[in-house]
């Protein structure tokens, strides 16, 4: 986002970063915990979204990432003392892998989109229902979404992660559960 302007990418993670922006908020978790304990941003997330908690996955234990499939994925999770992986956790783990390979030069920022529209303000009804759509496009100025490149709440979620982004710069997000996880800084930027 350029002030009122969004110009929309799609494409690897990789080609995300080499764009000439000053953040790139993800909702990807940016560092993983060694062994079975819960990352203290996704604990603090949840318990913020109240109700809505289920929408954080926790993330997997850095173990998982040299997983075969989603079998294998559950067995070096509980070897580390979690718990099985779920499939929409598994389904994300390339995604955990391109971003932990990227460096971003600092530049990359977890989010949540859920805490993003919730600085924004209230949100009572779930992103997959038009009563969500609407809600959440009201709480960004109803902005007009392109056809084809995603699905209208995907594109919605991005446009809140953005403005989270945005509070970032200005120095104005708060930030949940600052700890060092395996060498990397973990948090979500709200």
């Not at 953040?23 to 979204?49: H, K």
């Not at 956790?89 to 995604?95: Q, R």
């Not at 892998?97 to 919730?118: K, N, T």
Request: aromatic share 4%.
């Amino acid at each position: 986002m350029r002030g009122s302007r969004t110009d929309w990418y799609v494409g690897t993670l990789a080609s995300l970063v080499a764009l000439p922006a000053a953040v790139v908020a993800v909702d990807i978790p940016l560092a993983l915990p060694v062994d079975g304990t819960r990352r203290a941003c996704e604990v603090q997330a949840r318990a913020r979204l109240g109700a809505a908690r289920s929408s954080v996955f926790f993330a997997p234990p850095l173990p998982v990432l040299d997983a075969r499939d989603h079998g294998h994925a559950s067995e070096l999770s509980r070897a580390a003392g979690s718990l099985g992986v779920s499939i929409q956790t598994w389904n994300i783990v390339p995604k955990i892998r391109e971003a932990l390979a990227l460096s971003g030069g600092g530049r990359l920022l977890e989010v949540h989109p859920e805490l993003s529209f919730r600085a924004l303000g209230a949100v009572t009804h779930p992103k997959k229902t038009a009563a969500g759509r609407a809600e959440r496009r009201a709480l960004l100025g109803d902005p007009v979404l392109p056809q084809g490149i995603a699905p209208a709440e995907d594109m919605l979620d991005a446009l809140a992660c953005a403005t989270t982004a945005a509070r970032w710069l200005r120095g104005a997000a708060d930030v949940l559960g600052e700890e060092v996880l395996g060498g990397r800084l973990s948090r979500i930027v709200v």
